[in-house]
């Protein structure tokens, strides 16, 4: 089946806006890509529903064509988006005086669909934690990466990032500096200070390279500072070895980390700060995976659930 044909006022008026956004706003060609892929397929509508002039569109029109997008199984982010590229459509439009009133200004964005992050069980990371080999350098080393994190809530990027002098082991914390090049300072476990100490005492001298010192606390086999590729890899590897079948990232230890202390009755603030989110609300989507988790005990072991 043919696709309607817009109307040659409709594409001119948009041609001109994507030449706008190329050369006055001086957008990417996969930006400008994006906007025309949208406002093509909203005036496309259009002509379905012979409408052939812009100043035709009113609220009405808009919100029969995001109900249009969610009937044919369109995401809510691709709905999002696409709000977000006739927003900017029509106020150029009333800019240039193609039309005399903006239509999206009485139509709000839908908000984003939360998806929960993986988090593992407390038995799964037992079962990762298990796996290394501790009686070689590069066992012993991934064992250490995984207490930190899963000790901390480290990012990959900071795990990776750590010096030796970030480290203050005696007293129990590590400090790291996160998004926004914000500083934070991190208690950390014994079990987590005990795998960093005999590290640091025997896997770390044999993998340092003996020409050259390095400042970071995680090398690779090579002497240099072990890679987010290098951790994301030996991952998968040990994920694979403990038999787990869910999709854990190095960040999925992050998420477990936040998951698990919320369960046991840690205040939300302090796991914002442990985090080092700089909105709470960010923060807030672990207690949303801690009351699923509450349901789906309930439901499995309350006889009248």
Not at 64 to 82: C, P, V, W
Not at 128 to 134: D, G, H, I, R, T
Not at 247 to 272: K, M, Y
Request: positive net charge; proline residues 4%.
């Amino acid at each position: 089946m043919d696709q309607p044909k817009i109307d040659q006022e409709m594409q001119d008026q948009l041609a001109d806006y994507l030449h706008f956004l190329r050369v006055e706003r001086g957008l990417v060609t996969n930006t400008i890509k994006s906007y025309s892929q949208d406002l093509t397929a909203f005036s496309t509508y259009l002509v379905t529903q012979k409408i052939h002039h812009y100043e035709q569109v009113d609220r009405y029109v808009l919100l029969n064509y995001l109900q249009f997008m969610d009937e044919a199984g369109k995401s809510r982010n691709t709905i999002i988006h696409s709000v977000s590229s006739l927003r900017k459509f029509f106020q150029y439009l009333v800019s240039m005086h193609v039309t005399t009133s903006d239509p999206m200004i009485k139509i709000d964005t839908p908000k984003r669909a939360h998806h929960l992050p993986q988090v593992l069980s407390a038995n799964e990371v037992e079962r990762l934690l298990a796996v290394p080999k501790l009686d070689t350098p590069l066992g012993l080393r991934d064992r250490t990466i995984l207490e930190v994190m899963y000790a901390t809530g480290l990012r990959v990027s900071e795990t990776i990032s750590l010096k030796m002098d970030d480290l203050h082991l005696d007293l129990g914390l590590i400090q790291t500096i996160g998004k926004g090049d914000k500083e934070r300072i991190i208690p950390i476990g014994d079990v987590a200070i005990d795998f960093v100490t005999r590290y640091l005492k025997t896997a770390r001298p044999k993998l340092a390279s003996a020409k050259r010192r390095n400042p970071y606390l995680f090398l690779n086999n090579h002497g240099g500072q072990l890679t987010r590729q290098g951790v994301w890899k030996n991952l998968k590897a040990i994920v694979k070895a403990a038999g787990i079948e869910k999709n854990v990232t190095p960040h999925t230890l992050r998420h477990s980390f936040a998951t698990h202390i919320l369960e046991n009755g840690a205040d939300l603030r302090v796991v914002q700060e442990l985090l080092g989110h700089a909105d709470i609300s960010t923060t807030q989507i672990y207690t949303h995976i801690t009351k699923k988790r509450l349901a789906e005990v309930y439901n499995k072991y309350h006889p009248r659930a």
